[in-house]
């Protein structure tokens, strides 16, 4: 049975460069951007794991933790960082799950014996601070991800938990945002002071403060 938006990210002990963590405990209170890749010493990781740690502040200011996973070791993980800082200019500080015995790559079915019988492809896992999975994303072996995309669905996600809206096709933050149909017109009208766009009665904008 897949995992599927709306499940708890199943928990789990594990070792990364810093010791062992537990899932759970180690997010705490953050979202957690949760992200597999192939294997350690190879090009379009490398770059992954570079953007990963240039973002770090984009991440922290989203109360969002990275957390990587290969099925490589901590040794392999402890080498290759050094690696990425070199050819990335950056300085990784967030773990990588050493996933040796691809526990945890079975657990959140990473592996697609189409792609590779081994190695884990491109998942992403945006999980929130109830420990809920809030989006998933598989990507190739061969294609790295786009990362302000990453940084763009987990603005979107917070936007709507925190205002009860939704984000229409292409949306960045301080566009305009869609009031779902769920809410009654005298609902939104309370909820909206600042007024909002009714295109159809199922489409309506409105322009958040702030
Ligand atoms: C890479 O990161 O470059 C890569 C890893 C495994 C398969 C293909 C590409």
């Not at 015995?101 to 590779?116: F, L, Q, R, T």
Request: net charge negative; glycine share 6%.
């Amino acid at each position: 049975m897949s995992l599927r938006i709306g499940d708890t990210a199943p928990d789990f002990t594990i070792d990364t460069q810093f010791g062992p963590i537990r899932l759970h405990d180690w997010a705490g209170d953050s979202w957690v951007f949760f992200f597999s890749h192939p294997a350690d010493f190879t090009p379009v990781c490398t770059t992954e794991m570079g953007r990963t740690a240039e973002l770090a502040t984009e991440f922290a200011k989203r109360n969002v933790k990275p957390l990587g996973l290969s099925t490589d070791s901590v040794a392999e993980h402890i080498e290759w960082i050094k690696d990425v800082n070199d050819t990335q200019s950056t300085s990784l500080e967030f773990p990588i799950v050493a996933d040796v015995d691809n526990k945890v790559a079975e657990a959140y079915e990473m592996i697609h014996p189409g792609e590779s019988e081994t190695a884990a492809v491109r998942s992403v896992f945006i999980i929130d601070p109830n420990k809920k999975i809030r989006l998933t994303m598989t990507y190739p072996m061969s294609v790295g991800r786009n990362f302000d995309e990453i940084l763009r669905v987990i603005d979107a996600l917070q936007t709507s938990d925190a205002n009860g809206v939704a984000t229409p096709a292409d949306w960045l933050p301080g566009g305009k945002v869609i009031i779902p149909p769920s809410v009654s017109t005298e609902d939104a009208d309370a909820k909206f002071p600042q007024g909002y766009e009714t295109i159809r009665p199922y489409l309506r904008y409105t322009q958040l403060n702030g």
